[in-house]
């Protein structure tokens, strides 16, 4: 069973920095496509950032670019996400997740952790 647990969240001020964690149970780890995903309410679904499968290759949203920084532990089957400069309009529930083996969509998602930025 494939688990994957996000930690690291809560209430900061606008400014503020957090780093998130999202420990996984995965094997082969570092051949998977990994995702940050917030969704806030009302709002869709937003792809924060994904690393590509095979390398440390990481697309971001603009959004978050400059300010935002992902990064993962093959060896510990790990990511990371260090949010700087935060701002209100990142509050949001933030998942980890991961791509099957082979494939480059988010097949897997943890249970995600609350960011709430106040101004």
């Known amino acids: 069973q494939v688990q994957l647990v996000e930690s690291g969240g809560g209430l900061v001020q606008a400014g503020d920095s957090l780093r998130l964690s999202c420990t996984t149970s995965l094997r082969t780890f570092g051949s998977r496509w990994m995702y940050w995903i917030r969704q806030a309410p009302g709002k869709e679904r937003e792809f924060v950032a994904t690393i590509r499968g095979g390398d440390v290759t990481t697309y971001y949203a603009d959004s978050v670019k400059g300010r935002f920084t992902a990064s993962k532990d093959n060896s510990n089957s790990a990511m990371y996400l260090q949010m700087n400069s935060l701002k209100p309009e990142d509050t949001a529930v933030y998942y980890c997740?991961?791509?099957?083996?082979?494939?480059?969509?988010?097949?897997?998602r943890g249970q995600g952790t609350q960011v709430t930025v106040s101004s």
């Open positions: 997740a991961a791509s099957g083996l082979g494939r480059s969509s988010p097949d897997y």
